[in-house]
Every structure is written in structure tokens, then in C-alpha cells.
């Protein structure tokens, strides 16, 4: 991309109007987790009219000291610091709102059903687009095949996204408009083709899937942000007050610009660049991007060292136990990934590495440890992405390099029906090892990885307490010894978050001084059962000082 082009994008963004002031307000009669250790409950809270807590208190002491300030009465309901996410995809969640939804399909021909339903929506000729199939949720757990699609859809292209992000499942007619021949043996670097005698079976994992992307149409403006606006609707109505967003191309930040521009941004973005392509080349070139009204911010950049563990491409030490000769996929090369660090902490910016495998984690903290010298650890805040399967040796070295784990619950629970069998009973033991960061002093962000999970974070929090499936499955959760408290699982999607972002003294807490970001709920986290977190109703969600979700009378 031009250079004048990424200053023109930037610079736009820069010159975005003033804050401007809403009005001050006072929230009394709840029970209010403040996460601050100097007040950890109250009553109230007061803002002023920039959206800063002024004070938290009784609602006697407040309504005293701020007569003039139009109260809401919570009626008793309980409040939490506005929850972050700290690892999601806005646009790819939005787009999967518009896409079939393949989520939960427990066959093959489930997904078709699906898919059938789906297609009667389109004009002829469009591609079919779907996402969340997960060949584990099937009865032979084998990947599938475009024979599997063609019989349905022998004309149409279909191109199915699976639940990680990491493959896709193509039909002929998608693998016809590939510009690649896709037979023999050659594999594209940082991907697999899976293959039967030199044939392309229909599946592309990690960068193979990039070969079928490029034949997909590109969506308009107008497509993406009706993407953008219903991500948005959506996390705000599940609680959310803020999003780590990993992988943000620079026209997406444009374009989360102009809607933070038009005040159309209802909760925070904190967006991390795609990877050592333009938006890392303008954020070098002009510095860390803030937009003046504070919803809106790209300070670091997302890098992918493996693939995912579902699909076999998280990097290993040793073999996978179901699959004897294959370790998984290097997404990037470890030259290319170093030099991507060293370019990042040049220019100033928060490294976010994508690792799942022990090796992909080894990559990182090896990677690292080198681009660390002469610099303070604690004060860079350099983010694991996943950090999913971590060699027992390794967990030190995350506190040592001063690093911070960002973690996703759901993944425990999604992934433990079939863990053990890629990876064996030994290497389960640094396996989605929450407690065993937080014993090193190692500071978790908590998170989703939506679409690839859901975006609701009282998932997040009843899979952090419990490790149990919707169902309580199995009896006691699943490696328990890994399970986190009620307060210590608010924590990552609060505190843990904010700190994770260098957002300390603006979120994660009430407090005087940060913003009141604030979520209103029909329960106590921290006092109901564990199983009632699924329960949990999201009375309204505020941003700001600013109510930006209400739940609808009929839900109440």
C-alpha cells in the first residue's frame, strides 16, 4: 500500500473531532464489585459529564454531594467494572452473523441441512459463506471432504470457515475458481493441503486457506460496516464495555475510524495490527494511533507463530499423539516472526503472538527473551495470545520475560472432549494451565476469541470457575486443579484486561478518575452458584457514563 495512502488513513483518524461531553449521572441503590482494593464494595456511583467516575460511596453519602445529578436507581441489582474481552475479532463476528451458522452442527449432514436452509437467501451465483463447523462434534471426527458438499451444491461455491479460524472446507465448484493448481505434493508455507493420492480433499488448513479467500468476493463498504455495526450490537448487548480486536487491517481501522468519528462506536476497541503489513507500516511511521474521543486505539500488533490445536496445526515439541510423524504448522517462519518482534518493539508497539502449541509458546518466549535486551520486561507488557500448551519448564520463563498470558476459558471447555487425544495424558499438564500462571506471578487477561467462541463472557466466567460443559460435564470439571475463583475470573475480564492494554488508570475498576464503564446485572457473580453464571442477566451495559444496552422489557 502506498505510503501517502496509510498517512492519508492515519492522519484522518488523528483530525477526528473533539470529545464531546454527555452528561454527569449517579447510580444508586446497587451492589457495586468496584474491583478497586482501597473500596472493593459500594452503593453508588457518581460521573460527571466527560464520563469519569467522581466518586463511589453509599447512595445516602452521594445523593448528599451530588443533589443535582439525575439519578438511576438500580434496585438492588448488582454492578461490575465494564467487562473486556481481550481477545476477539470484531469484523470476522460480525460477518459470521451474516453467514450460515454452523455452529454446534453434530454431522456432516447436519452442516448440509444448515446450509440448505442458508442458500434460499441468496441470488444465484453468490457464494455460499458459513463458519463454526468442528469435525470433533461429528461421530467418526474425521475431516470432511468437498464430496461431502458437492452433491448438494454442485454448482454453487461453498467455502465453510471451521470453528478455530485455522481451516476451511471447500466444495469442487470453490476449488475451481482457485487461481493454483491444487494437485501433487507442494504445500504452501505456513499451511496444508490435505490431499488423497495428490488430490486436494476439499479441506485447507492455516495459510492454505488464503488460496480458496482469494476467489472469494471481496465485500463492499457498505457489507462491512452492516458487519461492523451488528458485531457491536451484539457485544454490548452480552455485557461487553470493551475488545482487544486482534488482527485489524488498516482499512478496518479506518473504517472503526469513521465509525468512532460518527460516535457510532459503542464500546472500546483496542485494536492490534494485522500482522507486518500496512497498519504496522503506519503505526511506525506516525506512532501508536489514539482516536482524542477514547473508544477507539491501535498501540500494538497481533503475530501468529502456529495454527490451532483442533485442526493439528499448533507447533509441537514432540508428535501429536493421534497423528504419528506431523508437529503441526509454523504459520510464520521463526526468521520472519523475529524480525516482525524486533520491528514492533522498535517503533514503540505491544507485540501479541499467537501461540497454542508448546513449541509455538517456545518460539515466543525464545523470541522474546532475545528482543528483550537492555529493555525493562515489566513495563513492555508483551502479550501470549493463547498460550494453550506450554512445556512444563516454560511457565517461569513467561514471568521472568515479564509477559502476560491472554487466555480464553471457553476454550477449555470446547477443547477438552478431545485435548488428551492430540496431545497425550503427560503434555495435558501445562495444558490451559490458568493457576499455574497466576502461582508465577504471571497477570492473566481473559478473553474469547469470538466468533470462534461466543462472545459472552458469563461463558467465560462459568468455564473459568467450573471447567464443566453447559451440561456440568464432566463431574467436578475437567483438570480442576486449574480452575479459577469467581473474583479471580471477574479479574481477567476486567482489571486483568485493562492492564493487558495499558488501560490501568482508565478501566478494569470504579474508582475516581477512570471512565464509568460499568455493567448492571440480575445477579452477584461472586455469590451465585457456579452454575447460575450461565444464567446471569445483563440488565443494561454503559459506557462512559452512558447506558449503550438496555435489555428489552420483554426479556424481564
Known sequence: MPTLRL??????????????????????????????????????????????????????????????????????????????????????????????????????????????????????????????????????????????????????????????????????????????????????????????????????????????????????????????????????????????????????????????????????????????????????????????????????VKLYVDGALGSRGAALLEDYSDEPGHRGLLVTEPAAYAAAVAKAARCGLQPASHAIGDRGNRIVLDTYAAQQAGRDPAALRWRVEHAQVVAPADFARFATLGLIASMQPTHAISDMPWAEDRVGPVRLDGAYAWQTFRKQGVPLALGSDFPVESADPRLGLYAAVTRQDRAGKPEGGWLAGQSLTAAQALEGFTRGAAHAAFDDDELGRLAPGLRADFVILDADPLAVEPAALLDLGVVSTWVDGEVVYTRPASAD
Open 7 to 300: 498517512a492519508v488513513l492515519v492522519s484522518a483518524a488523528l483530525c477526528a473531532p473533539a470529545v464531546s461531553a454527555g452528561s454527569p449521572g449517579l447510580l444508586v441503590d446497587a451492589r457495586i464489585h468496584t474491583g478497586d482494593a482501597s473500596r472493593p464494595v459500594a452503593e453508588a456511583v457518581a460521573w460527571d459529564a466527560q464520563g469519569r467516575v467522581l466518586a463511589v460511596g453509599s447512595s445516602a453519602e452521594l445523593q448528599r454531594r451530588y443533589p443535582q445529578v439525575p439519578v438511576t436507581r438500580a434496585g438492588g441489582r448488582t454492578v461490575v467494572p465494564g467487562l473486556i474481552d481481550a481477545h476477539g475479532h470484531l469484523m470476522n463476528l460480525g460477518f459470521a452473523l451474516m453467514r450460515a451458522d454452523l455452529v454446534g452442527a453434530d454431522s456432516k449432514q447436519d452442516v448440509i441441512r444448515r446450509l440448505q436452509a442458508f442458500e434460499r437467501s441468496l441470488p444465484p451465483g453468490a457464494w455460499l459463506l458459513g463458519r463454526g463447523w468442528d469435525q470433533n462434534d461429528w461421530p467418526d471426527r474425521a475431516f470432511p471432504t468437498a464430496a461431502d458438499l458437492d452433491a448438494a451444491f454442485p454448482d454453487r461455491p461453498v467455502w465453510l470457515e471451521r470453528v478455530d479460524g485455522h481451516a476451511g472446507w471447500a466444495n469442487s465448484a470453490a476449488m475451481r475458481s482457485v487461481e493454483h493448481d491444487l494437485s501433487g505434493d507442494w504445500q504452501p508455507e505456513g499451511g496444508r493441503i490435505l490431499r488423497v493420492q495428490a488430490q486436494a480433499t476439499g479441506v485447507f488448513v492455516d495459510a492454505a486457506a488464503a488460496l480458496v479467500d482469494a476467489a472469494v468476493p471481496v465485500p463492499d463498504e457498505a457489507t462491512r460496516a452492516e458487519a461492523l455495526t451488528r458485531a457491536l450490537a451484539h457485544a454490548v448487548s452480552q455485557g461487553l464495555t470493551g475488545v482487544h480486536d486482534m488482527g485489524v487491517s488498516l482499512d478496518d481501522l479506518a473504517l472503526m475510524r469513521r465509525f468512532a468519528d460518527e460516535a457510532r462506536l459503542p464500546l472500546r476497541i483496542r485494536a492490534y495490527a494485522d500482522g507486518d503489513r500496512p497498519a504496522l507500516a503506519a503505526l511506525c511511521a506516525m506512532g501508536p494511533y489514539e482516536h482524542p474521543q477514547g473508544r477507539l486505539a491501535m498501540r500494538g
